[in-house]
């Protein structure tokens, strides 16, 4: 069993920033990645920014150059640190993990979801 807990959403003004963090725990063996993930409402789940290996990352065109992903891997930790905040960024934001537990079983871990509100 692997658990994320998520923090760090709330309401911020339009141009704002915000920091999420995500820590994994339980019985894990190794991380291969973690990644945030989205969704509107009315829309599908989508991809923000992800990190594999030691600095591997990638993100959604529509976050680059505001959003920056990060891992403590001593702590099996992933923050999503995000500025320049859009309306069009609010929404629920989930943290995802895959990996191998202890007893060498792949897994995929969601967190419950943090809400990021934009708004004046």
């Known amino acids: 069993q692997v658990q994320l807990v998520e923090s760090g959403g709330g309401l911020v003004q339009p141009g704002g920033s915000l920091r999420l963090s995500c820590a994994a725990s339980?019985?894990?063996?190794?991380?291969?990645?973690m990644a945030w993930y989205r969704q509107a409402p009315g829309k599908e789940r989508a991809l923000v920014a992800g990190?594999?290996?030691?600095?591997?990352?990638n993100y959604a065109d529509s976050v680059k150059g505001r959003f920056t992903i990060s891992r403590d891997n001593a702590k099996n930790t992933v923050f999503l640190q995000m500025n320049s905040l859009k309306p069009e960024d609010t929404a629920v934001y989930y943290c995802n993990a895959r990996g191998l537990t202890t007893r060498r079983v792949s897994f995929t871990s969601w967190g419950q979801g943090t809400q990021v509100t934009v708004s004046s």
């Open positions: 990190s594999t290996g030691s600095a591997n990352t």
């Open positions: 339980g019985s894990i063996l190794s991380i291969d990645s």
